[in-house]
């Protein structure tokens, strides 16, 4: 193996390390602040903003690690199982969502757009868990909430994932 490729895969690494770890200190941070919303459990999703850099930067399957590995690791660190699964279910229904759209979609979708289909999906992800471990399904009639609550958060997250983008492009950070 040469030099270059070595210094790359060192480089591509350490990137999504870096991701991954970001993820988590947002996710800590986010935990701290308190959130007087209209709809009870509803966040931000600052963590999401890594995920939608990888989304863009990444290929899917360092994507699928970044945001696997921060939620692991943030709920091994500060969470609890009950928080693991929604985070999981959460978070991997918007990678999917979001890598989908991006693939098939990337002309028709602002990074703004996708970023909101995320936090939909986020949403929706938690939401069938909450149903499956209370055993009914009238826990989804608080989706329509989520989703007006979705849309400023994924406006956000999307305004800062473009800002990071475009910095991390510009810098050569990656590829």
Same mark, same amino acid.
């Given at each position: 193996?040469?030099?270059?490729?070595?210094?790359?895969?060192?480089?591509?690494?350490?990137?999504?390390?870096? $991701? =991954?770890?970001? /993820?988590? !200190?947002?996710? @800590?941070?986010?935990?701290?602040?308190?959130?007087?919303?209209?709809?009870? &459990? *509803?966040?931000?999703?600052?963590?999401?903003?890594?995920?939608?850099?990888?989304?863009?930067?990444?290929?899917?399957?360092?994507?699928?690690?970044?945001?696997?590995?921060?939620?692991?690791?943030?709920?091994?660190?500060?969470?609890?199982?009950?928080?693991?699964?929604?985070?999981?279910?959460?978070?991997?229904?918007?990678? $999917? =969502?979001?890598? /989908?759209? !991006?693939?098939? @979609?990337?002309?028709?979708?602002?990074?703004?757009?996708?970023?909101?289909? &995320? *936090?939909?999906?986020?949403?929706?992800?938690?939401?069938?868990?909450?149903?499956?471990?209370?055993?009914?399904?009238?826990?989804?009639?608080?989706?329509?909430?989520?989703?007006?609550?979705?849309?400023?958060?994924?406006?956000?997250?999307?305004?800062?994932?473009?800002?990071?983008?475009?910095?991390?492009?510009?810098?050569?950070?990656?590829?």
């Amino acid at each position: 193996m040469n030099q270059k490729n070595t210094s790359g895969k060192t480089r591509l690494l350490v990137f999504i390390s870096v $991701l =991954v770890a970001q /993820g988590m !200190v947002l996710s @800590f941070i986010e935990r701290m602040i308190p959130f007087p919303f209209i709809a009870p &459990g *509803a966040k931000l999703g600052l963590a999401n903003i890594v995920t939608v850099t990888a989304v863009y930067l990444l290929t899917f399957k360092e994507a699928a690690a970044v945001v696997l590995l921060r939620i692991f690791l943030t709920a091994a660190t500060f969470g609890s199982l009950s928080s693991f699964l929604y985070s999981l279910a959460g978070g991997v229904l918007s990678l $999917l =969502v979001m890598a /989908g759209i !991006v693939k098939v @979609f990337r002309n028709d979708f602002s990074l703004i757009g996708v970023s909101i289909a &995320g *936090a939909i999906f986020h949403n929706l992800g938690q939401l069938l868990v909450a149903s499956f471990m209370i055993n009914s399904f009238l826990v989804l009639t608080y989706l329509p909430i989520l989703m007006i609550v979705a849309i400023p958060t994924g406006l956000f997250v999307g305004f800062v994932a473009r800002y990071l983008i475009a910095y991390l492009e510009r810098v050569n950070m990656i590829r």
